[in-house]
C-alpha cells in the first residue's frame, strides 16, 4: 500500500458493519490497492454526509487517511449508486454472491488489481441492466478464476493432456479441470459435463462479454454449469457460499 498519510481510491464497497457508538467498518476493494478496510466514523449518525456513498455495492472514489490501525474515510463521492440492484431482492441477492466471492478469494493489502475491479464495477452495471442475471454471473466467475490463479482446464484433459474432444467429459474439482471419458472411467470424485456446458464454460472463458452474451445454452446446461461452478467454489475455497442459499429462497 502506498506511503503517503491520505490518498484517494476508487473503490466498491463490500460489506459493512456497526462499529464502536456510531461509526462503521466497511471492507472495500479498490482498483488501486486491492482489498482493504476503513472506518467511516459517525456514519451511523442521521446528520452524517458520508453514509449514503457507502452503502454496500456502492463504486465510489473515497479519500482515505491512515489511522493507528485502519484507515480512516475522510471523504467520499457516489460515481454509481447502482439503484436498481437495491430496489430488486433477486438482484441484490446476486450482487451479494460476486461480492462474496470476490471478498472470498482476496486478501487485503495484497497490492492493486485494476483488471478485478474493472470486472466487479462491469457486473454490477450489468446486473443492474440485464433482466437474465445468468450469463453476467457465471461469465464473472470465470473471470474471477483467471484473476485468482484458479482458471479451471476446459481444453485439454487434466490427467493425460489429450486435446477435449466434442462428447461428454468429466470435471475433477481437485485437479482443476476437464478429465475424457477414457481417463475418467472408474476413477472416484468426478463430476460429469456434458459437452454443451462445456461448450459455453469455454466460451465465457475465452470471449469479450459481447460474445459470450449470445450464448443461449438451455435450462438444463444452465442449471448443470451452475452447480458445477458452486462445487467448484467450495472445494477451492473449503467451505460452502453463503449467498446461493439466499438466491434460492428468493426463486421460490
Same mark, same amino acid.
Given at each position: 500500500?502506498?506511503?503517503?498519510?491520505?490518498?484517494?481510491?476508487?473503490?466498491?464497497?463490500? /460489506?459493512?458493519?456497526?462499529?464502536?457508538?456510531?461509526?462503521?467498518?466497511? %471492507? $472495500? *476493494?479498490?482498483?488501486?490497492?486491492?482489498?482493504?478496510? @476503513?472506518?467511516?466514523?459517525?456514519?451511523?449518525?442521521? %446528520?452524517?454526509?458520508?453514509?449514503?456513498?457507502?452503502?454496500?455495492?456502492?463504486?465510489?472514489? =473515497?479519500?482515505?487517511?491512515?489511522? /493507528?490501525?485502519?484507515?480512516?474515510?475522510?471523504? +467520499?463521492?457516489?460515481?454509481?449508486?447502482?439503484? @436498481?440492484?437495491?430496489?430488486?431482492?433477486?438482484?441484490?441477492?446476486? @450482487?451479494? *454472491?460476486?461480492?462474496? $466471492?470476490?471478498?472470498?478469494?482476496?486478501?487485503?493489502?495484497?497490492?492493486?488489481?485494476?483488471?478485478?475491479?474493472?470486472?466487479?464495477?462491469?457486473?454490477?452495471?450489468?446486473?443492474?441492466?440485464?433482466?437474465?442475471?445468468?450469463?453476467?454471473? /457465471?461469465? *464473472?466467475?470465470?473471470?474471477?478464476?483467471?484473476?485468482?490463479?484458479?482458471?479451471?482446464?476446459?481444453?485439454?484433459?487434466?490427467?493425460?493432456?489429450?486435446?477435449?474432444?466434442?462428447?461428454?467429459? *468429466?470435471?475433477?474439482?481437485?485437479?482443476?479441470?476437464?478429465?475424457?471419458?477414457?481417463?475418467?472411467?472408474?476413477?472416484?470424485? =468426478? %463430476?460429469?459435463?456434458?459437452?454443451?456446458? =462445456?461448450?459455453?464454460?469455454?466460451?465465457?472463458? /475465452?470471449?469479450?462479454?459481447?460474445?459470450?452474451?449470445? +450464448?443461449?445454452?438451455?435450462? @438444463?446446461?444452465?442449471?448443470?454449469?451452475?452447480?458445477?461452478?458452486?462445487?467448484?467454489? %467450495?472445494?477451492?475455497?473449503?467451505?460452502?457460499?453463503?449467498?446461493?442459499?439466499?438466491?434460492?429462497?428468493?426463486?421460490?
Amino acid at each position: 500500500m502506498t506511503d503517503f498519510r491520505s490518498f484517494r481510491a476508487s473503490t466498491v464497497v463490500l /460489506r459493512h458493519k456497526d462499529w464502536g457508538e456510531a461509526d462503521q467498518l466497511l %471492507t $472495500l *476493494y479498490t482498483r488501486e490497492h486491492g482489498k482493504v478496510r @476503513a472506518v467511516a466514523k459517525g456514519a451511523r449518525k442521521i %446528520t452524517s454526509r458520508k453514509a449514503g456513498h457507502l452503502q454496500p455495492f456502492t463504486y465510489a472514489t =473515497l479519500q482515505l487517511a491512515k489511522g /493507528r490501525d485502519l484507515l480512516i474515510v475522510t471523504q +467520499a463521492e457516489t460515481v454509481n449508486a447502482f439503484l @436498481a440492484i437495491g430496489e430488486d431482492l433477486m438482484k441484490t441477492g446476486y @450482487a451479494s *454472491y460476486i461480492v462474496e $466471492l470476490l471478498d472470498r478469494f482476496t486478501y487485503e493489502d495484497d497490492g492493486g488489481h485494476s483488471a478485478t475491479f474493472k470486472l466487479l464495477v462491469d457486473t454490477l452495471e450489468r446486473l443492474e441492466k440485464e433482466s437474465d442475471a445468468w450469463t453476467a454471473v /457465471r461469465y *464473472y466467475e470465470m473471470r474471477l478464476l483467471d484473476h485468482v490463479g484458479f482458471r479451471p482446464q476446459l481444453l485439454e484433459c487434466v490427467n493425460c493432456a489429450r486435446a477435449i474432444l466434442p462428447e461428454d467429459q *468429466y470435471f475433477s474439482f481437485s485437479a482443476g479441470g476437464a478429465i475424457c471419458p477414457r481417463c475418467g472411467n472408474g476413477l472416484p470424485n =468426478l %463430476t460429469s459435463i456434458s459437452v454443451e456446458t =462445456l461448450k459455453y464454460l469455454r466460451h465465457f472463458q /475465452r470471449s469479450s462479454y459481447r460474445d459470450a452474451s449470445r +450464448a443461449q445454452p438451455s435450462p @438444463a446446461s444452465k442449471k448443470e454449469a451452475e452447480a458445477l461452478m458452486q462445487g467448484y467454489f %467450495t472445494y477451492l475455497l473449503e467451505r460452502a457460499l453463503n449467498t446461493p442459499g439466499f438466491i434460492k429462497r428468493v426463486k421460490k
